[in-house]
């Protein structure tokens, strides 16, 4: 006999807003199956408020409302039973975050949970990697956000570190990322990894995705780090417009592919890796697992 539940993830990043609805299918004696029912991405880019006046704007704050009061529909829609909603970088920064998220809590009917880095860290790392990773293998686990990457480093499939970096796509499109934070994280990487003689990456966000729906690769099969870097230089060939055009991106997702490229390289150029390994997972999958499993709370629909 079949159970099958419905859960949903909301994820407020720092250059988008997406909800997750996933189907939970649970079988007598089988570990349950998480499959995904409908992803829905709105790209609000709260960063472009928060990293500069340290503020979320009164537009963005209305499209935000408006965005949360359709994914309340569609969650009751989708006939949900429980959810998550969790607000990052931007949010956490936001002098207004606390407020704004009492603002949605009361004309929404949905309750923001504004988590740290470590905890971000934390919930990305409960996805299921099973699948990706060899339990013989070293990896580090990149996701680039538009306000901070969260970064894993991963032995025999257990996490040995973890941090989050406030070096983000959104940040670097607004240059206010200082050389400090660079610095600290190649000495994270190297220190982190000093001790293992190989280091495969593994890639996470929306940007590397679409790289590797570009470069035509086979479903498990790596990027390597001369494909990304020729990638690269070809993106910086391309007005922003051509982008568009020519390489078929979204607008939200062309001024900030550039970015995220240069946070993979960097890591695989630091931790010495020569692949990275695409699986299409992140904070919401993580959410997802995280409340199934109950190591985060979570909030029954009405």
């Known amino acids: 006999m079949l159970i099958i539940k419905k859960y949903a993830a909301i994820d407020i990043g720092s250059n988008a807003v997406r909800l997750l609805i996933s189907n939970i299918i649970e079988q007598k004696g089988k570990p349950a199956m998480f499959k995904k029912s409908s992803l829905v991405r709105v790209p609000i880019r709260l960063g472009a408020d ?39 970088s931007a949010m956490r920064e936001a002098e207004n975050g606390p407020n704004v998220a009492k603002n949605i809590a009361k004309l929404c009917k949905i309750n923001i949970d504004i988590i740290n880095g470590e905890e971000e860290a934390a919930i990305i790392a409960a996805t299921d990697l099973n699948q990706y990773i060899d339990d013989n293998k070293t ?106 055009t020519e390489l078929d991106l979204n607008q939200d997702r062309a001024d900030v592919i550039i970015p995220a490229t240069r946070i993979y390289l960097s890591a695989m150029k630091w931790s010495g890796a020569k692949d990275i390994y695409v699986p299409k997972i992140g904070l919401s999958d993580g959410i997802i697992k995280s409340v199934y499993f109950e190591t985060v709370s979570s909030v029954k629909m009405a």
């Open 139 to 244: 990896y580090l686990y990149v996701d680039v956000g538009g306000g901070s990457t969260e970064f894993t480093v991963i032995h025999q499939g257990k996490t040995v570190a973890s941090r989050s970096f406030k070096i983000g796509t959104v940040r670097l499109l607004n240059d206010i990322v200082q050389k400090e934070a660079w610095f600290d994280l190649e000495q994270w990487i190297k220190s982190s990894i000093k001790e293992y003689e190989k280091i495969d990456l593994i890639g996470s966000g929306g940007n590397i995705n679409k790289i590797f729906k570009i470069s035509g690769k086979a479903a498990g099969k790596p990027l390597t780090y001369f494909y990304l870097t020729s990638f690269y230089q070809m993106l910086q060939t391309y007005s922003y417009e051509e982008r568009i």
């Open 50 to 88: 928060v990293f500069i006046n340290q503020q979320i704007s009164t537009e963005n704050e209305v499209r935000l409302i408006d965005t949360m009061n359709a994914f309340r529909l569609l969650m009751q829609a989708h006939k949900v039973t429980c959810y998550k909603a969790c607000a990052t």
